[in-house]
């Protein structure tokens, strides 16, 4: 079987920073600690006048998939809290799948 | 796809989890903002809030939440929440206080509220509560039923500019409210199999940011589940949001125009005629004269008026116009302008010559669940006519006369305190609002008159500079998890319920009962807030049908029917027949109400009171054009400021913005603290370069105050020296009342120095008695536009 992985579809990612709290919730870090960061590249004009603005939140090594939670049955905090519905949780297998549909998208293995 | 673990729970309400009690309920603010999602509150062994999850199976956020919600107990167990009534003992801004009981402190209210009483009229009180809190009944319930006052009104909120305006213009119109359809009215949402919904083909975002804002009772998140559903986007925005990266058309207007784009937009759809002949012709009144008005709003015309190249326009248009269903969701910048109304009534006919009225889609007619209307005006009633009458703003016929407002005219209540004209104001009750730190615009000036009042009472969760500055007394107020509350706003109707304490603190149902059952017992005929919720809920909800217990330990949120174009069923007049409620029947494109009180009855609009056109050589001092109030991920306008919180981590201090071009131009650098001055006042924030935005705009948060240094004056907590509202005038709004220009100001911008920060805004206004004091003495009024000198 596979690591666990966490797909980021970050075409739709606000950068609203609910992962970022929910897992410093979780994982119970104070100030300066992540267990996932959101990323800001942007807005930037591009060449050819469009503009590009994304957000991507990384997971940091302090990320343990919530292997916690998932053995009570529960789901990880960030994908739970996501208001955009832009964060999936699963095997590696299925997540790269997954973000083969997308057209923004990252794949993470944070946890060997 | 929800986990085993929340599916086992899903028909309970409160569980254990080890050593935690879990409670399925809502939450609204404060701490939180105009929503109420749904939660599950984790409970320690100590009955402490400990953790804060979405409720998955609550269809209006479906689990999910904002970073404010997931750290709220940050904010319930932080150590600066004041757990017991305070009673000043110094002077007013001294920040000294004596700790005194509820009971000593009702004592105060009363004698001084007999005192008013006797000396001058229940009248010369007047209650203020801030924006989207759970305080929207009960506040002006108090006013009313046991000051016995009519004028209940917002912080000082200028020309009632948030919702206010665009209500008064959908009311007219319409008969009815309208709003995005993001299926938010159906439990099973976005379900178009089950239900008629059907995702927005494109979604017109015109100046809010919702993801960020999440207003009136509009969760942002709805807008990205509709983009993953396919829904393209048109973003009307002074600056480039997120949203607006990921739209079809951006449409960088100029702060301030927002009424002129929509008089274009209407000119392209209805020229190039794609508009909906058959909606028009069967279900409208006015179609030719709005067709005569917009004749002249040409592409060219509104191109120059807002800065947005005319091809835009005409795309965006034509866009919005060949989609069905399409939807508008619209924000703040519409009220905030004095051609509030106006622009209003012509984004309305946006949405009506299309077709897009209260079809699967489009804009929705919504009304609150369970015909429980009880908000600005709950306990209006209970007064005589004779002093519904007195309410004051009652120059203003729309407000006072045709029935639209619901509150009294915050500009006209500082007035009345300022000359005593039409009678003067002597007592403010302020609960859960922070005028000077937040909304009210001129905070100097409202400074300067709430000082001179003979009583003051702030209830708040944390001490603010609005309470050192002026409470004789402060009332702690509990926060939404510590209370039993129930509320509506659209839909659903939810129950909030209480999970824990802090200290003895009391809610804000709790205070106002005790209090009322002093002042006029006849008119509190419960003994608490469950008591309260359950009267409300029989008297006041008559569709619902269950009572408080029911509603939050059995039902937590409960969906209405909803049925979509009721003025083809019968369903959207009071009299049962089809149409719409208005004098016509139909969607009035002329308003024959706005005619009736000697208002202009199509859309129009103007420059701004302070604009490059209209004031040319204020433009010259002041070289660009302010825009204020863009919302933060991180905060509710001034709340969640405290020191230590997530919130502050991640966003520490206030931030303006200007392209990189204008900062270059004046040598300034991204981080560095900047004077924003005009010829009102000043302030300083730190600039952030923001690349999006025209060389000639400028943009400024609100709400700032920093808790974490000195109460006392002259510092309050540097609310002065950061607030943008130093740049903002009282008393410019539109014709009717409504409308003031927070959004469209001029102003420069100068790099802070040692030289020129020697005396800062906060000692200023309060040591110096500085900013906007000129009186005119024809009429003392303050005068707008006075010169800034120092
Ligand atoms: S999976 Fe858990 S630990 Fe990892 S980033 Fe998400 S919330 Fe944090
Ligand atoms: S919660 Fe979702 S939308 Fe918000 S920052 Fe994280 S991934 Fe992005
Ligand atoms: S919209 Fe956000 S801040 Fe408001 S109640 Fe919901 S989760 Fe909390």
């Known amino acids: 079987m596979s690591a666990n992985a966490l797909m980021i579809d970050y075409e739709f990612c606000t950068g609203c920073h609910a992962c970022e709290v929910a897992c410093k919730k979780h994982l119970e870090v104070g100030e300066g600690q992540y267990g996932i960061h959101v990323l800001q590249d942007g807005p930037r004009e591009l060449p050819d006048g469009r503009w590009e603005y994304n957000f991507l939140p990384m997971p940091t090594s302090l990320c343990d998939m919530c292997a916690g939670r998932i053995a009570e049955g529960k789901d990880a905090a960030c994908v739970h809290h996501c208001p955009a519905h832009c964060m999936h949780y699963g095997p590696a297998e299925e997540m790269a799948a997954l973000a083969a549909e997308k057209t923004k998208s990252a794949v993470f293995v944070p946890v060997a | ?790």
């Not at chain 2, 002093?518 to 005929?525: A, G, Q, T, V």
């Open chain 2, 1 to 790: 796809m929800t986990s085993k673990y929340y599916e086992e729970h899903k028909d309970d309400v409160t569980w254990q989890d080890g050593d935690y009690t879990v409670t399925r309920t809502t939450t609204w603010s404060g701490p939180g903002c105009h929503d109420g999602c749904g939660v599950l509150y984790y409970t320690d062994k100590d009955g402490k809030l400990a953790k804060v999850e979405g409720d998955p199976y609550n269809p209006f956020n479906g689990g999910t939440l904002c970073m404010r919600c997931l750290e709220m107990p940050e904010f319930v167990n932080h150590p600066q929440r004041v757990t017991s009534p305070l009673k000043r003992v110094g002077e007013r801004g001294e920040n000294k206080w004596e700790e005194i009981s509820y009971d000593e402190a009702y004592d105060i209210v009363e004698e001084k509220v007999r005192e008013i009483w006797r000396d001058y009229a229940p009248e010369s009180i007047s209650c203020m509560m801030g924006t989207g809190r759970n305080a929207c009944w009960q506040v002006p319930y108090l006013c009313y039923s046991a000051f016995g006052s009519p004028n209940f009104c917002l912080g000082f909120l200028s020309g009632e500019s948030c919702f206010q305006p665009r209500s008064a213009a959908m009311a007219s119109m319409n008969g009815d409210f309208l709003i995005a359809d993001m299926s938010q009215q159906f439990e099973q949402r976005y379900d178009e199999e089950n239900t008629e919904w059907r995702t927005p083909e494109v979604i017109v975002i015109w100046g809010n940011n919702p993801v960020r804002s999440n207003s009136d009772n509009f969760y942002g998140g709805w807008v990205v589940d509709c983009m993953q559903r396919g829904s393209k986007l048109i973003t009307i925005d002074p600056s480039l949001t997120w949203l607006a990266s990921r739209s079809e058309y951006w449409l960088r207007l100029r702060p301030g125009t927002d009424g002129a784009l929509a008089l274009g937009m209407l000119h392209v759809i209805i020229e190039e005629d794609l508009y909906d002949h058959e909606f028009v012709e069967k279900w409208t009144y006015g179609f030719d004269e709005l067709r005569e008005r917009c004749k002249d709003w040409t592409p060219e015309k509104v191109s120059e008026i807002c800065w947005i190249p005319a091809e835009d326009i005409v795309a965006a248009a034509r866009m919005y116009a060949q989609a069905k269903p399409a939807t508008i969701q619209w924000g703040l910048p519409i009220d905030q302008a004095v051609w509030g109304i106006p622009s209003a009534m012509a984004i309305n006919a946006l949405w009506t010559i299309t077709g897009n009225v209260d079809i699967p889609g489009g804009n929705i007619i919504i009304r609150n669940a369970f015909d429980q209307n009880v908000s600005y005006n709950y306990g209006f009633n209970n007064l005589a006519p004779e002093v519904q009458a007195k309410r004051i703003g009652a120059e203003y016929p729309l407000m006072a006369k045709a029935g639209f407002s619901s509150t009294a005219h915050s500009d006209s209540i500082l007035k009345a305190i300022e000359t005593g004209d039409p009678y003067p104001i002597r007592m403010l009750w302020l609960q859960s609002t922070n005028p000077i730190a937040n909304m009210g615009s001129d905070a100097p000036r409202i400074y300067r008159a709430v000082k001179s009042l003979d009583f003051v009472v702030v209830v708040d969760m944390y001490m603010t500079p609005t309470a050192v500055a002026f409470a004789d007394l402060f009332l702690p107020c509990a926060m939404s998890c510590e209370r039993d509350s129930q509320r509506v706003w659209w839909v659903p109707l939810r129950g909030m319920k209480k999970v824990t304490q802090c200290g003895n603190v009391k809610s804000d149902e709790d205070i106002i009962i005790d209090l009322g059952k002093r002042l006029h017992p006849e008119n509190f005929p419960f003994d608490n807030e469950i008591e309260w919720a359950d009267n409300i809920l029989k008297n006041e909800t008559p569709a619902y049908g269950g009572d408080f217990d029911q509603l939050v330990n059995k039902d937590v949120w409960k969906y209405p029917e909803f049925h979509y174009r009721k003025y083809e069923i019968g369903e959207g007049r009071y009299d049962g027949q089809v149409g719409f409620n208005t004098p016509t029947g139909r969607v009035e494109l002329y308003n024959t109400t706005m005619m009736l009180w000697g208002y202009d009855p199509l859309p129009d609009w103007e420059e701004p009171t302070s604009s490059p056109y209209r004031t040319p050589e204020l433009f010259e001092k002041y070289p660009f054009v302010l825009t204020t109030g863009a919302r933060s991920f991180e905060f509710f306008h001034s709340e969640n400021r405290q020191p230590n919180t997530t919130s502050r981590e991640l966003h520490p201090m206030p931030k303006f913005e200007m392209s990189k071009n204008a900062a270059e131009k004046l040598g300034l650098e991204d981080g560095e603290w900047c004077w924003l001055e005009n010829q009102h006042g000043r302030c300083r924030q730190i600039l952030r370069i923001n690349p999006s935005l025209d060389d000639r705009v400028v943009r400024a948060e609100h709400g700032w105050w920093f808790p974490e240094t000195e109460g006392a004056e002259p510092n309050l907590f540097g609310t002065f020296d950061s607030n943008i509202n130093n740049l903002i005038p009282q008393c410019d709004n539109g014709v009717t009342g409504y409308g003031a220009p927070y959004k469209n100001q001029l102003c420069k911008v100068y790099k802070c120095t040692e030289e020129n920060s020697k005396v800062m805004p906060g000692y200023h206004v309060t040591r110096e008695d500085g900013y906007s004091k000129d009186i005119d003495e024809s009429n003392g009024d303050v005068k707008v536009g006075m010169s800034y000198e120092r």
